[in-house]
Nanobody, 121 residues
Framework: VQLVESGGGLVQPGGSLRLSCTHFGYSSSRHCMGWFRQAPGKAREGIAGIRRDGDEYYADSVKGRFTISQDSAKNILYLQMHSLKPEDTATYYC?????????????????WGQGTQVTVS
Protein backbone atom coordinates (compact mmCIF):
# COMPACT_ATOMS: atom_id res chain seq x y z
CA VAL A 1 0.00 0.00 0.00
CA GLN A 2 1.41 3.34 -1.02
CA LEU A 3 0.02 6.85 -0.71
CA VAL A 4 1.51 9.73 -2.68
CA GLU A 5 0.51 13.33 -1.98
CA SER A 6 0.90 16.27 -4.31
CA GLY A 7 -0.35 19.82 -4.72
CA GLY A 8 1.32 21.63 -1.87
CA GLY A 9 3.03 24.96 -2.28
CA LEU A 10 3.22 28.59 -1.28
CA VAL A 11 -0.01 30.59 -1.27
CA GLN A 12 -1.04 33.98 0.03
CA PRO A 13 -3.53 34.33 2.89
CA GLY A 14 -7.05 34.00 1.56
CA GLY A 15 -5.91 31.85 -1.31
CA SER A 16 -6.79 28.29 -2.29
CA LEU A 17 -4.98 25.04 -2.95
CA ARG A 18 -6.04 21.53 -3.81
CA LEU A 19 -4.08 18.59 -2.48
CA SER A 20 -4.23 15.18 -4.09
CA CYS A 21 -3.36 11.77 -2.72
CA THR A 22 -3.06 8.82 -5.06
CA HIS A 23 -3.59 5.46 -3.42
CA PHE A 24 -1.76 2.43 -4.76
CA GLY A 25 -3.18 -0.70 -3.21
CA TYR A 26 -6.29 -2.73 -2.59
CA SER A 27 -9.53 -0.82 -2.07
CA SER A 28 -10.11 -2.94 1.03
CA SER A 29 -7.22 -1.12 2.69
CA ARG A 30 -9.01 2.23 2.68
CA HIS A 31 -12.16 1.92 4.74
CA CYS A 32 -11.27 5.36 6.07
CA MET A 33 -9.08 7.96 4.45
CA GLY A 34 -8.00 11.17 6.03
CA TRP A 35 -5.93 14.28 5.80
CA PHE A 36 -3.67 15.22 8.65
CA ARG A 37 -1.19 18.03 9.14
CA GLN A 38 1.73 18.82 11.35
CA ALA A 39 3.35 22.16 11.90
CA PRO A 40 6.84 22.48 13.39
CA GLY A 41 6.77 21.97 17.13
CA LYS A 42 3.12 20.93 17.11
CA ALA A 43 1.29 17.63 17.34
CA ARG A 44 -0.10 15.94 14.25
CA GLU A 45 -3.69 17.08 13.73
CA GLY A 46 -6.51 15.31 11.93
CA ILE A 47 -8.38 17.80 9.78
CA ALA A 48 -10.62 15.89 7.36
CA GLY A 49 -11.70 12.31 6.83
CA ILE A 50 -13.96 10.33 4.56
CA ARG A 51 -15.40 6.88 4.97
CA ARG A 52 -15.81 4.43 2.12
CA ASP A 53 -19.56 5.11 2.04
CA GLY A 54 -18.91 8.84 1.64
CA ASP A 55 -19.47 10.17 5.17
CA GLU A 56 -17.20 13.14 5.77
CA TYR A 57 -15.58 14.40 8.96
CA TYR A 58 -13.90 17.74 9.65
CA ALA A 59 -11.99 19.38 12.44
CA ASP A 60 -13.51 22.62 13.67
CA SER A 61 -10.40 24.48 12.57
CA VAL A 62 -11.11 23.80 8.88
CA LYS A 63 -14.87 23.28 8.75
CA GLY A 64 -16.43 25.47 6.09
CA ARG A 65 -13.08 26.15 4.42
CA PHE A 66 -11.77 22.70 3.46
CA THR A 67 -13.56 19.94 1.57
CA ILE A 68 -12.49 16.32 1.33
CA SER A 69 -13.53 14.22 -1.64
CA GLN A 70 -12.48 11.11 -3.49
CA ASP A 71 -12.46 9.74 -7.00
CA SER A 72 -12.81 6.05 -6.34
CA ALA A 73 -12.33 5.12 -9.98
CA LYS A 74 -8.94 6.83 -10.04
CA ASN A 75 -8.01 6.00 -6.45
CA ILE A 76 -7.42 9.67 -5.67
CA LEU A 77 -8.26 11.53 -2.49
CA TYR A 78 -8.54 15.32 -2.61
CA LEU A 79 -8.47 18.16 -0.12
CA GLN A 80 -9.78 21.43 -1.49
CA MET A 81 -8.65 24.29 0.71
CA HIS A 82 -10.08 27.80 0.57
CA SER A 83 -9.60 30.94 2.66
CA LEU A 84 -6.18 29.76 3.73
CA LYS A 85 -4.63 31.32 6.81
CA PRO A 86 -1.01 31.51 7.97
CA GLU A 87 -1.91 29.06 10.74
CA ASP A 88 -2.72 26.47 8.07
CA THR A 89 0.98 26.28 7.29
CA ALA A 90 2.10 22.70 7.86
CA THR A 91 3.12 19.47 6.23
CA TYR A 92 -0.03 17.73 5.04
CA TYR A 93 -0.33 13.96 5.01
CA CYS A 94 -2.94 11.60 3.71
CA UNK A 95 -3.54 8.32 5.50
CA UNK A 96 -5.66 5.21 5.18
CA UNK A 97 -7.20 2.82 7.63
CA UNK A 98 -8.51 -0.65 6.79
CA UNK A 99 -11.35 -0.94 9.29
CA UNK A 100 -12.95 0.55 12.36
CA UNK A 101 -13.83 4.07 13.35
CA UNK A 102 -12.96 6.92 11.02
CA UNK A 103 -12.18 9.30 13.86
CA UNK A 104 -9.52 11.86 13.03
CA UNK A 105 -7.02 10.27 15.38
CA UNK A 106 -3.72 9.78 13.59
CA UNK A 107 -2.75 6.86 15.80
CA UNK A 108 -5.56 4.78 14.25
CA UNK A 109 -4.30 4.99 10.65
CA UNK A 110 -1.93 2.34 9.31
CA UNK A 111 -0.73 3.72 6.00
CA TRP A 112 0.76 7.14 5.36
CA GLY A 113 2.04 9.25 2.53
CA GLN A 114 5.30 11.14 2.64
CA GLY A 115 3.64 14.53 3.09
CA THR A 116 3.42 17.73 1.08
CA GLN A 117 4.29 21.17 2.38
CA VAL A 118 1.71 23.95 2.45
CA THR A 119 2.93 27.43 3.31
CA VAL A 120 0.53 30.33 3.69
CA SER A 121 2.40 33.62 3.70
Amino acid sequence: VQLVESGGGLVQPGGSLRLSCTHFGYSSSRHCMGWFRQAPGKAREGIAGIRRDGDEYYADSVKGRFTISQDSAKNILYLQMHSLKPEDTATYYCAARRRGSCLLDWTLYENWGQGTQVTVS
